[in-house]
């Protein structure tokens, strides 16, 4: 096999593009409902050796009594490259887009409209923090409900008249930080914009032992909704072991702050709902294995009361909902304030849920009659905004595809429109598997536990009687594989290899775990 043909197949697979998020605006007109979903994906370039970022925007018209019903999809225009931007967010009312940036060494604030650049604000001149967040873990950028103030998260200046440190120890002490992809980011502070005004303030309150990011404006835009992380017992390793203490907080623009969840719990994603009347969290518990079951939480904010939506799913029937086991997407409440939606694994899938608050049921809402469920094994919830969802979808055989639907009355189905096709598929053969230990290799504690995995096939080898396999061992053993599109895996399978994605401790120790999706009493 020549090395300049691999590279090839490398090149052919790595290079298609995939959506990392999603933006929708609608605009009514006489008759007529008109959506906007603006994406961001995502490119790897191997000529430069960098991965890219592009735009592209689609409208849509609705109609209807309600305007649920996709009429027309007019043609995308062409992808617009986004240069080193960092952060960007849409406000909810006028649409103008807010954009943190690099340029030369400075970050900047952009405030974009239908004119053009409207303000600019020079965060490094400033001087009021040090680098903006742009991580998962804590970063943020929400507009407040006025749209004149837009919050985020920064590491601490280290300029400062005192004689300690922005960690309160001398400057010549080692500053622990988050560690592996959160190097450099030890002590985060809350800030708020005025771009209007041309200032930059950074809340104060906030307790010196926890770091804070995640933030959102609350109702009325006087408080900001947190979490915070505890740096006890140690800080490292937070971006693949999340199970660390950390709690929900409030703090108002005068510096006062206060816990709103139980402190000894592991919490993430607060997410407020579309009425303002309601805030729901995802609930773990600190440390033991990673990546365990979540619990999803709403905070009734008019009552200060918090209950249990979803609870911990132990030991679910073959095929049912398993629990929420990913991070919630920015925006998933439905217009009525009423359902929630999320992608979740479901042992070797990746599927999309919908509950129902006044029932508590969970929906799949992946299934359909056109069977699309059985063609893209991973759908993934990037927004639902005017009950629009936008999703994407793949398999092993199928890089990521664009789709859109409106959320169903009770009990119906989505009706899907694809808005952007992959510009390659194949033709390869994939399958999932439900693997079950022989009786001597029983776990006499959990028994019946069993595991998945995909395994996936060049269409030649149908008529091959071998076929060389490389096998995947993920890092976890609580992660998964689902059977979503993979370039390596891809790559591989195109050189004329099956792969096998899976968890393999079974065969090797006769001690096996499972990965995510499984019930949460064999974690």
Request: net charge negative.
């Amino acid at each position: 096999m020549e090395p300049a043909h691999i590279t090839g197949v490398y090149g052919e697979v790595s290079g298609l593009p995939a959506p990392v998020s999603a933006h929708v605006r609608e605009e009514q007109l006489p008759g007529l409902q008109v959506y906007t979903v603006t994406t961001v994906w995502r490119q790897s370039d191997l000529v430069q050796g960098s991965r890219l970022h592009f735009s592209k925007q689609w409208t849509l018209t609705a109609e209807g009594n309600d305007y649920k019903s996709i009429k027309t999809v007019l043609p995308p225009g062409p992808s617009t490259p986004m240069s080193r931007e960092y952060l960007s967010r849409f406000s909810p009312i006028q649409g103008q887009k807010a954009v943190v940036k690099e340029t030369c060494g400075y970050q900047f604030l952009e405030i974009w409209d239908c004119h053009g650049l409207r303000r600019c604000l020079n965060l490094t001149a400033l001087n009021k923090h040090g680098r903006v967040y742009d991580d998962a873990q804590f970063g943020c950028l929400s507009w407040s409900q006025c749209e004149n103030k837009l919050l985020y998260v920064a590491e601490k200046s280290k300029d400062t008249s005192d004689e300690k440190s922005a960690c309160g120890m001398d400057s010549s002490v080692y500053r622990e930080d988050w560690g592996e992809a959160l190097t450099n980011k030890s002590c985060p502070v809350i800030c708020v914009a005025n771009p209007q005004a041309g200032t930059v303030s950074v809340l104060q309150g906030i307790q010196s032992d926890i770091s804070p990011g995640q933030a959102l404006w609350a109702p009325g835009s006087q408080s900001v909704f947190f979490v915070g992380w505890y740096h006890e017992p140690f800080r490292l390793g937070l971006m693949f072991c999340s199970n660390r203490r950390s709690a929900l907080f409030k703090l108002d623009l005068d510096g006062h702050c206060e816990c709103l969840s139980e402190n000894d719990r592991s919490v993430s994603c607060p997410r407020l709902s579309p009425d303002g009347s309601t805030l729901i969290y995802l609930q773990g518990q600190v440390f033991g294995p990673h990546n365990q079951c979540l619990s999803l939480q709403q905070l009734d904010l008019r009552s200060g009361k918090t209950s249990t939506l979803l609870d911990v799913v132990n030991r679910p029937q073959y095929d049912e909902f398993a629990g929420v086991y990913e991070a919630l997407p920015s925006c998933c409440w439905s217009a009525d304030s009423q359902r929630v939606l999320f992608s979740s694994a479901r042992r070797n899938w990746k599927d999309l849920f919908m509950v129902d608050r006044r029932s508590k049921k969970v929906t799949s809402l992946s299934d359909s009659p056109s069977e699309l469920s059985k063609i893209y094994g991973s759908w993934k919830l990037l927004t639902v905004q005017g009950d629009l969802m936008v999703v994407c979808c793949s398999s092993p055989n199928i890089p990521p595809t664009l789709m859109v639907g409106f959320l169903p009355s009770a009990g119906g189905p989505v009706s899907w429109r694809t808005l952007q096709q992959p510009p390659l598929t194949f033709d390869f053969d994939w399958t999932s598997l439900d693997v079950t230990p022989p009786p001597e290799e029983d776990n006499v504690h959990y028994s019946g536990l069993d595991f998945g995995a995909v395994l996936v096939k060049p269409s030649r080898s149908l008529h091959v009687s071998s076929v060389p396999l490389v096998v995947f061992i993920h890092g976890g053993p609580h992660s998964q594989f689902p059977a979503e599109w993979n370039c390596t895996t891809a790559g591989l399978t195109k050189l004329g290899f099956a792969v096998l994605m899976g968890e393999m401790p079974l065969f090797v120790l006769k001690a096996y775990t499972v990965h995510t999706g499984a019930p949460q009493v064999f974690i």
